[in-house]
């Protein structure tokens, strides 16, 4: 029915499953407890969240979920049955009574309605698409309905949720009373133009219509048409009321939906004694109390749905929101704890019960997450510190309570245990939320206790009527809410949708309240029981697998002391050991199992954290308390631990701690060898034989001095450089590498303090060493000049305009260096080539190519390799061209809008010539003439890009570069601020004389070009639109200007126009009369005109001069009693401070001397070939109605505008109230036909046309959406 209405939106669901993950790739997670509120949620299939909101207002209704669970298996059949095919198995409602037992009993945050759904016969394509929930309440009423047939439940919907309404028509002459008797399941309240629902339940069934003047009742009574009143009554009311509120409507004017988000309040408790037929009954038959608010989030074509509970039978445990807690801690600020009680999902609680129960009062902090382990069986991170963070940040938030003490190292209960004074107190003064104590609810059983037993819950201090509480259950996810979050969903995006009152009178017993199990059937109990057996076995399960780690055990004596580092000897196999151990255990207990692993182990043991690096393995923190848990440790799984007696490791002592961290470094000499330098290119040789340098691998300690560590490598009088950049490290750049001189007051620097990583080289220079070619100093930097840096390359010739050049297909390799000239390769490269003959007196030059082999630009000739950017042992090509000089821009241009356009040419010029003086050059070589020329930028996608607006600007200052792309264009170069605007002509065809002016005119003055010029045709107004020029302004200029420059163009040269003001500046929207500008004297910016606008321009008879409020109309009188209009006129209606049918119609009856009441309105859609009627409500609406505000003509569905055709009817001599005309059916009929085709697969002429058109198409283009497919669900025969 609704299609894709509804569509879910990302936020309404998760695409990942939510019943588990993987847990180091062996154990599936089971799925969670309950949080603190003790209430389940419903898991998402992907678009069910309508469903998950329906079905949890019905668990929440105790009537209908006991009157279910009621219904037994000698009833309904066994679900195991349901594949007989001879079995009357009820399968919906039996699958109901599951689910609700699951909500209601099972130790599980979310369940899965997959079971529920597969029962209503729904495919993936159902349970992923969403639907209207409004719908989906009458289709799950009615399949109970079928469903229960033949059972004691028969009556259970009718019973619970029917009720009957009473139309009736009171004859005014007689006073006989006709009436007719509906059944509503829900009452469907308007929302558009009612402001609650008190006042639409009043026009509903308070106010009456009228039936009088021209809209006479027959009477059967008195057998005439007589005056008469219409209402409506509730005759009999049901116990639980639902309201739909229709959110949803259609505008007719743009054929799309759209969704009321306006205010609309709705009470708590609402009294209906003034809407229903018998009112002698008591107050309390009439009162009904809100309990569920179903709430849509979005708009007309996708959001999200979630419910707003009241909780009648006090089954969840609410905690006061944000804002309520915020009160709370203010005034419990100064409360102190006593005889703390244990609540194993409160961490005040647990804390506070392990405080108290220590003798000393107090427990070291780093033990504190042991103690609570071994209190309630699971860590502080898995059960608290998602939602209150790490436990040292608790402890300190909490101030009021616990008390860091002994330099925050214990903590202890600041009532219980005041601190010595000496002691040192550390205590924060930021405030984090204080949870209230609560009762908790029974229903929250301990881990080993499966069974199901009654619950009470202690009522909660708080809002709502008998101390109910009110939770927002949103898919998976359950909160608690206050009464004042109810008034927000009265407006907005986010609001009401469904409405469910509940009798006031209905009372619930004493033992329903706070029990889960209430009226549960046995058998349903033990599904539960046996369900929340295997949850607890698989968290057991888990627990045990999730705290099981890995650790590595490195044992000593298989380690020596190296390079700062710990290195092992010999096989790598003997000296680490995997184990896999329980991280709650204690350290003794890890140490136990050592022990006894090592037989041979004699002394001392200690366990030290460790870590890998790159020099080696380093140690860190020793394992010293026996009593500490690995986990407190920070002992985690892949850790490593060395074995060892504390103190040395194979003789060496070992110093532990970040502060010893041992760094790598490379350390780099000068070799002894004497550098090959040939000069021809040398065979690859390894750096310690033929780079003049010897690199070795050294550790030391991050914190020991840049002093010490020269002290140890070299002469205290030896240069320590570090490394800066290294571009002829392997054939990039061509430049030998820099060494940066560390200053002598570095010296007293750690490695850590001068930001030294692992892998960094350090150079170790003797000042002697600085008299080699090699080595060269200059201030503090040192450049190393290696052989490895004089290498070759390669230059390949490539042809041009020469015939004998373009035969050469010869490459060669030439010696070069970082430090060489390019024109020295170039020389080098002619010579190797044997080309000194064929280019004499030719000039050539040296460029790279790209990786799509396209050239680059020309290098600079008296540049060096290095400088340049070139890679050595790479390929240059030889050109036949010029070689730039440094001061001088080698450019590429094309002419033309885009590349394609013609071939890409060069231009060598020098980089102080102007834009202007470039363009002069390029035209020349271009071979083009004239001054209508301008240069753009090429974009990166080879499109035309930004104009060089400043001609006068240098090549260097317009921020062109070496090797740029250019765009030669047409046309004068346009002011600065100045847009170019398209001008059109609008022709009047009803007057002939008119147009064959206009066509002489544009004949002499365009000429040829005449005869392909751009016409649109506006066959409703009996006009046509033709493009006439551009003109260019600035947008500065008012719209007084822009028409004065519009009379100079060629075209309308010959056109009389007295004066500017006696021309009418339409704005065009796709090709189509848009608005009239307004204002002479306002600037186009302000007017909203932008580059590349389309105006047009009408010629009229007298001057004109709109206001802001003025409407421009076309009227047209009808004929009376013909199906056809005189010709239309133009009516300029001062709508004022009122847009109003109205006002409308009262202008309208001025202007042709007749009364406002005598004249029927309609606005033209001219795409549609039909009419909308405007509403004439002084006929149409009942007098208490007039009192409402009128509708805006100008706002939906209207959506009046200048140009736009109303229609009039004077009903004085016309009786005919259809709009239509002869040529509306026959257009109607051909888009009918053009619909047909279209849906054939065909294609007619005038729909082909239309798509060509382009902006008589983009009106009716929309948003492709799914196929609308209506609910249902599947119900067997049980009659």
């Known amino acids: 029915m609704f299609g894709d209405l509804f569509e879910e939106d990302e936020e309404g669901f998760s695409s990942v499953p939510s019943g588990g993950r993987f847990a180091k790739g062996k154990e599936v997670e089971p799925p969670p407890p309950r949080e603190n509120v003790n209430l389940s949620g419903i898991k998402n299939q992907g678009g069910t969240c309508y469903l998950n909101s329906l079905l949890q207002t019905l668990l929440f209704t105790p009537e209908f979920r006991e009157e279910l669970f009621s219904l037994g298996p000698d009833e309904l059949g066994n679900l195991t049955d349901k594949d007989h095919p001879d079995a009357k198995v009820r399968v919906i409602p039996l699958e109901l009574q599951r689910l609700f037992a699951h909500l209601l009993l099972v130790k599980q945050q979310t369940a899965s309605t997959s079971d529920l759904t597969e029962s209503f016969g729904w495919t993936n394509n159902e349970e992923t698409s969403q639907h209207d929930v409004q719908e989906l309440n009458r289709i799950l009423f009615s399949a109970l309905e079928s469903s229960l047939v033949g059972t004691s439940g028969s009556n259970l919907i009718h019973r619970l949720y029917h009720g009957t309404l009473v139309n009736q028509i009171v004859c005014k002459e007689c006073s006989n009373i006709s009436e007719r008797q509906e059944d509503f399941l829900d009452l469907a309240m308007p929302v558009r133009g009612v402001y609650s629902l008190e006042e639409a339940l009043w026009s509903m069934f308070v106010e009456e219509e009228l039936f009088e003047g021209n809209n006479l009742y027959r009477c059967s009574c008195c057998n005439q048409l007589v005056q008469a009143a219409k209402s409506a009554k509730l005759r009999k009311l049901p116990p639980f009321l639902t309201m739909s509120l229709l959110r949803f409507n259609f505008d007719f004017a743009k054929c799309e939906r759209y969704k009321e988000t306006g205010r609309y309040i709705f009470p708590l408790t609402i009294d209906l004694r003034p809407f229903c037929e018998q009112r002698e009954c008591p107050d309390s038959e009439f009162l009904y109390e809100l309990f569920s608010v179903i709430i ?46 244990l609540e194993k999902d409160d961490p005040l609680s647990v804390l506070t019960a392990i405080l108290a129960q220590e003798e000393s009062k107090s427990v070291p902090v780093d033990q504190i997450s042991q103690k609570l382990m071994d209190k309630i069986g699971t860590s502080w991170n898995k059960t608290f510190r998602k939602q209150h963070g790490p436990i040292g940040k608790f402890l300190q938030s909490n101030s009021d309570v616990f008390l860091l003490v002994a ?109 889960l199990a209430y009226k549960v059937p046995p058998h349903l109990i033990q599904m539960v029981e046996e369900e929340n057996a295997k949850l607890q076995q698989r968290r057991e399960e888990f627990d045990a697998s999730s705290n099981s780690i890995e ?65 080696g393995l380093h140690l860190y923190d020793t394992l010293a308390d026996d009593q500490q848990s690995l986990y407190s440790a920070g002992v985690n799984s892949g850790s490593d631990l060395f074995v060892w007696n504390g103190r040395e490791v194979s003789g060496s002592v070992v110093l532990i701690g970040a502060e010893w961290e041992p760094l790598l470094l490379t350390v780099v000499r000068p070799s002894d060898e004497e550098p090959d330098d040939t000069g021809g290119p040398p065979e690859p040789t390894n750096e310690a034989s033929g780079s003049g340098l010897v690199r070795s691998m050294q550790g030391f300690a991050r914190g020991a001095t840049l002093g010490t560590l020269r002290e140890a490598l070299g002469p205290q009088e030896a ?88 035969k050469m297909t010869r490459r060669g390799k030439v ?99 102007t834009v202007k003086e470039c363009l002069t050059k390029m035209l020349k070589k271009a071979g083009l003439q004239g001054d209508a020329w301008h240069l753009n930028r090429m974009d990166w996608d080879d499109e035309v890009g930004e104009v060089l607006m400043d001609e006068n600007a240098t090549l260097s200052g317009a921020r062109l570069s070496h090797g740029d792309k250019l765009i030669l264009s047409a046309g004068l170069l346009p002011p600065r601020g100045f847009m170019k605007i398209s001008v059109w002509l609008y022709l009047d065809l009803r007057d002939i004389s008119h147009v064959s002016m206009e066509m002489e005119v544009n004949h002499t003055t365009e000429g040829a070009e005449s005869q392909t010029q751009e016409v649109i045709a506006a066959e409703w107004l009996g006009a046509e639109l033709r493009i006439v020029g551009k003109v260019e302004i600035s947008g500065e200029a008012s719209l007084d200007d822009l028409k004065s420059q519009v009379m100079t163009l060629p075209a309308l040269l010959d056109v009389c126009v007295p004066s500017p003001a006696f021309l009418r500046v339409w704005q065009l929207e796709g090709h189509k009369l848009g608005k009239v500008l307004r204002g002479n004297q306002q600037s186009l910016r302000k007017l909203k005109v932008t580059n590349g ?187």
């Open 1093 to 1279: 606008a389309e105006i047009c321009v009408q010629r009229l008879l007298k001057e004109e001069e709109l206001g802001p409020r003025d409407l421009l109309l076309c009227v047209q009188m009808g004929v009376p009693g013909e199906r056809q209009y005189f010709p239309w006129e133009e009516f300029v209606w001062e709508t004022g401070n009122e847009s109003s049918p109205r006002a409308l119609r009262v202008a309208l009856s001025s202007r042709y001397g007749l009364s406002p009441d005598s004249l029927l309105l309609a606005k033209r859609l001219p795409e549609k070939h039909t009419w909308m009627p405007v509403s004439n409500w002084t006929q149409q609406v009942s007098k208490r109605k007039k009192k409402k505000k009128n509708d805006n003509l100008q706002g939906a569905p209207y959506y009046l505008k200048d140009g736009d055709i109303i229609g009039i009817k004077n009903l004085l001599i016309d009786n005919n109230r259809d709009f239509s005309t002869l040529q509306d059916d026959l257009d109607q009929q051909r888009l009918g036909e053009e619909t047909e085709s279209l849906k054939k697969g065909g294609q007619s002429d005038s729909a082909e046309a239309n798509q060509e058109s382009g902006p008589g198409r983009k009106a009716g283009q929309g948003k492709n959406r799914k196929p609308e497919v209506a609910l249902s669900i599947n119900v067997g025969v049980f009659r």
């Open 296 to 341: 849509h989030k979005g708009g007309c074509y996708g959001g999200h749905y979630h419910v707003y509970i009241k909780d009648i039978d006090h089954l969840g445990r609410w905690e006061p929101p944000e804002e309520e807690k915020q009160k709370q801690k203010t005034q419990q600020r100064d409360v102190r704890v006593s005889e703390p009680v």
């Open 719 to 806: 240069l320590v450089c570090r490394e800066t950049n290294r571009q002829g490290a392997g054939g990039e750049g061509g430049g030998a590498s820099g060494w940066k001189v560390f200053p002598p007051q570095d010296m007293q620097r750690t490695l850590r303090e001068l930001a030294l990583k692992d892998g960094d080289a350090l150079l170790l220079l003797e000042p002697h060493e600085l008299d080699s070619s090699i080595f060269s100093l200059s201030g503090d930097m040192v450049t190393v000049t290696t052989p490895s840096d004089c290498r070759w390359l390669q230059v390949e010739v490539r042809g041009g305009e020469r015939e004998e050049v373009e």
């Open 407 to 515: 330099k925050g190292t214990r903590v202890t209960l600041k009532a219980t245990s005041p601190p010595n004074p000496g002691s040192e107190v550390t205590e924060v003064t930021e405030v984090t939320e204080v949870h209230p104590t609560t009762e908790a609810s029974p229903c929250e059983s301990s881990p080993e206790v499966n069974e199901v037993q009654p619950e009470t819950v202690v009522e909660a201090e708080g809002e709502g009527m008998a101390g109910c509480h009110w939770f927002d259950l949103n898919d998976s996810s359950v909160t608690s809410i206050g009464q004042r979050d109810i008034e927000k969903q009265f407006e907005g995006k986010e609001s009401a949708y469904m409405l469910f009152y509940r009798k006031a009178s209905l009372q619930r017993p004493t033992e329903a309240l706070g029990n």
């Open 815 to 913: 010696p070069a260096s970082g430090n060489m000239l390019l024109s020295e390769v170039k020389q080098k490269a002619i010579e190797e080539l044997e080309l000194e003959d064929k280019l004499k007196g030719v000039e050539c030059c040296l460029r790279q190519v790209d990786r799509t082999g396209n050239l680059l630009p020309p290098v600079y000739d008296d540049i060096t390799v290095r400088e340049a950017g070139i890679r050595l042992m790479t390929t240059l090509f030889l050109c036949l061209g010029p070689a730039p000089k440094s001061t001088q821009l080698f450019l590429s241009f094309t002419v033309g809008s885009a590349p394609s356009a013609g071939g890409d040419m060069d231009i060598l010029v020098d980089g102080t010539l």
């Open 551 to 615: 650790v590595r055990l490195h044992l000593a004596p298989h380690y020596r002391a190296e390079m700062g580092a710990l290195r092992p000897v010999g096989d790598t196999k003997d000296a680490v050991i995997t184990i896999t151990f329980d991280r709650r255990k204690t350290v003794g207990d890890l140490r136990l199992a050592v022990y006894q692993m090592q037989d041979l182990w004699e002394g001392d043991m200690a366990l030290t954290v460790a870590q890998s690096l790159p020099a």
